[in-house]
C-alpha cells in the first residue's frame, strides 16, 4: 500500500499540455503540494511538459516508477496494463497503479465488466496492485504525492477521507478550506474496487500516524461482515465516521415474519454501525462537522454539557436540544463557581437557570469570556462546554478569538474538556471564525449541528470502551444444521418451541392437540386462564384471521373458542385448522418482539423491539448481526423506545432486562448454529418482573 501513497517515482499516463486537461491539472498539482520524488509524463505525441521530458510509452521511462497513473480511455487503460505488467516483470519497479479512468464495471454492460477484469487481471499477474478504476486515487498531505486533478496543495492535518466517491470527499475539502475547517492526512477515492477495497485501506488507515480520524463515504461492500469487523478493529485506536448512501433502500422482498417485514438493508446496516463503533450519521453536513470536530478537539469524558451565551435566543435553542438528547445532560455548576461567576456579571445575566445555563446578555466583553471559560473547564461536573456567539459591535473578532484560545489553552486543554462554539449567522464574523478554526476550536452555524456532533463524539467515547471483548462477527462459523422437518416452508408453533427448548430458551406453558375435546382436556391440565391458537401453515398472523382467544376459564369457553376460530380460519384459508395450540396465558408483563433472520449479505441477524399486533406499524426495534455478547444485547434494549416501559414506572417495578439480554444471546446463537433458519419470530416475549416468557413463535425455513 505505501506505493499508493510514497511512491519513489510515478509516471503520469495521459499527461497534456493542455491546460484545462486533467492530464495537465494533476502534474500541476503535484509540483504545487511539493512532492519530492520524479515524476515522468507520459503521451507519445508530446515531447515536454513545463519543462519535464515527456516519454511515448511507460515501457520508456529510464528512471523508477512505483506508481503509475492511467488518465487515458478505458479501452486504452487496458492496453497500458499489459505494458506495466510486462515492464514489472522486467524491472521489478512497478508496485501500483491508479487508474482514474471511466467506463467500467460502473456502466453495468458486459463489456464494461470484461474490460474491468482484464484490467485488474493484467496487473495482478505482474504483482501489481490496482486501485480503481472510476477513481480520483490519492492524496497524502505528508508525503505531498497526488493523484487528484481536482485538488491542489492542501494544509496538512489529522482528518482521513476513504471514498466510493470521488466527487465527494474533495467537495469535503473545498467546503473546509476557507475557514481551515479541516487539516487532511489522506484521501483516498477506491472508485470500483477492482482490486483495492476499503478494507485494506482502512486497515492502512489504521496503522497511519497522521490520522487521527477516518471519514468513510459508503455506497456498498460485498462482504458487509468483513467490513464491520474491520471498522470495530479500527474503532478501538480512532473513530470511523460512516455516511452510508442508500438509507431508503427496500431490504425485504413478501415477508412471511414481523422480522422480515420491518427489515431492510439500511437499518441493519445502523445495526451493524452501532455494534462495530462507527460513527454513522444522517447527511454530509453532519458527516463533515463530526470529522471537523474530531480532528480538532478531544472526546468528552462524560455527558455533563455547560452552556455559555451572550445571545438569548440561540443560547436557549442549544439548551432545548440538549434536553431532548438521548445521550448528553446540562452539568451542575458547583455553588462556589455560581457565587464567582455573578460576581463578575452584570445584574440582567442568567446564571444557571437552567442548570449549567449561563446568558450573559450584551453586557459581555472578550475578558469576561475568558474569565467564565476558565472557570467553566475547571469544573468536574462539565464535561463539556458549548459557547454560543452572534455579532457584537462592542467586540473584537481578533481580540475574542484570542483570549477564548487563551482560556482553552490556560485550563480546557490540560483538563481534556471538549469545546465547540456555534457562532450564529457565522457569515458575518469572519475573522473570528478563521481565527476560531485556525488555533483548533470548531466553529458551527446552528445549535442543532454543534449538539448533534457531541453526541456522536460522547456516543463513540462511551462505545470504545465496550468494543474489547465482544464476539467476532467475521468469519461466522460453517454451520451444516439440517431442519428438523423437512419439506415445510414454516414451522407451526407447536413444532417451533421444541428447538427454542434446546437453546434454554423460556416458553410458557403449553400442550398441542387435534380437537376440541382434546384442548379442553389440555386446558385442565395447564391450569387455567389459558390461550387457544389454531394451527395452520398458511396461517401467517393469527390475530388478524381470528385465530387467538384469550384468557379462557374454564372448559366451556374452551369448546367455544375453538369452534369459533376453526370457523375464522376456514373463512379466512378455505381450511380448517391442522391442530389448536392451548397455552398457560400470561397477563402480566410488557409485551416485546426477539427475532431474526438470515439476511442475503449480512448473513444472520438478530432484532429487538416493541412487540404485539402494532409490531410493524411502531417499528421500534433494533438490530445487530449475529453472534452478540451480554453487552451488545443490553444497548439493543436500551435503544429502543420500549425500553422505558422496562424501568420502574408510576409505581411499578422495573422488568428483568438481563433476562431479556441473555434471551437476545441465545436467539442469536441459534441464528448462527441453525443456518436453515430463514427468518425468526418471538412475539409477543412477555418482559416480567422476573424473567421472560415466549407465548408465540415462528420460524421460516431458507
Known sequence: MKAFFEPAGVAVVGASKEPNRPGYAL?????????????????????EIDGMTCYPSITDVDGEVENVVLL???ERAVKIAEEIAERARRKGDVKAVVCISGGFSELNTKDGRERERRLAEVLRSAGVRLMGPNCVGVIDCYSRFTTNFDVGDYPAGGVSLLSQSG???????????????????????????????IVECLKYLMDDEHTKVVGLYLEGYREPRKLFETIRTVSRVKPVVLLKAGRSEVGSKAALSHTASITGADAIYDGASKQCGAIRVRDVIEWYETLHAMEKQPTPHGNRVAVLTHIGGPGTLTVDRIGVSRHLTMASISESAKSAIRSMVAPTATVCSPEGYIDLTASHTEEL????????????????????????????????AERIHAAYEEVGRRSSKTFLNVVA?????????????RRGMPTFATPEIAVTVLENMHWYSVKRLNLDGSPAIYPLPNTSSEPPVKGKKVLLENEAYPILKDYGISVAGYEFVGSEDQAAEAADRLGYPVVLKAQHPRLVHKTEAGAVALNLADQRQVR????????????TLGEHPTGYLVQRMVKSGVEVIVGGLNDELFGPVVSFGAGGVL???????SFRLCPIGRTEAREMIGETTVSRLL????????????????????????????????????????????????????????
Open 615 to 621: 409490531v410493524e406499524l411502531i417499528k421500534d426495534v
Open 72 to 74: 487515458v480511455s478505458a
Open 167 to 197: 466527487a465527494l470527499a474533495t467537495a469535503a475539502l473545498f467546503w473546509a478550506l476557507p475557514f481551515k475547517r479541516i487539516g487532511l492526512s489522506k484521501l483516498v477515492s477506491v472508485g470500483n474496487m477492482a482490486d483495492v477495497d
Open 560 to 571: 367455544e373458542a375453538a369452534d369459533l376460530v376453526k370457523r375464522n380460519v376456514l373463512k
Open 425 to 437: 449567522f457565522d457569515e458575518s464574523l469572519p475573522e473570528f471564525k478563521l481565527e476560531m478554526e
Open 27 to 47: 502534474l500541476k498539482n503535484l509540483t504545487t503540494m511539493g512532492y519530492g520524488g520524479r515524476v515522468y509524463p507520459v503521451n507519445p505525441t508530446v515531447r
Open 369 to 400: 469570556h475568558y474569565q467564565i471559560l476558565k472557570l467553566l473547564f475547571s469544573e468536574e461536573g462539565v464535561d463539556s462546554v458549548i459557547q454560543v456567539l452572534g455579532h457584537s459591535m462592542f467586540l473584537s473578532q481578533r481580540l475574542m
Open 647 to 702: 424501568r420502574s414506572h408510576r409505581g411499578e417495578g422495573g422488568k428483568d432486562v438481563e433476562s431479556l439480554a441473555e434471551l437476545l444471546c441465545r436467539v442469536s446463537d441459534l441464528l448462527v448454529t441453525e443456518s436453515w433458519i430463514a427468518e425468526l419470530d418471538l412475539n409477543p416475549v412477555k418482559a416480567l418482573d422476573k424473567g421472560y416468557a415466549v407465548v408465540d413463535a415462528r420460524i421460516v425455513l431458507r
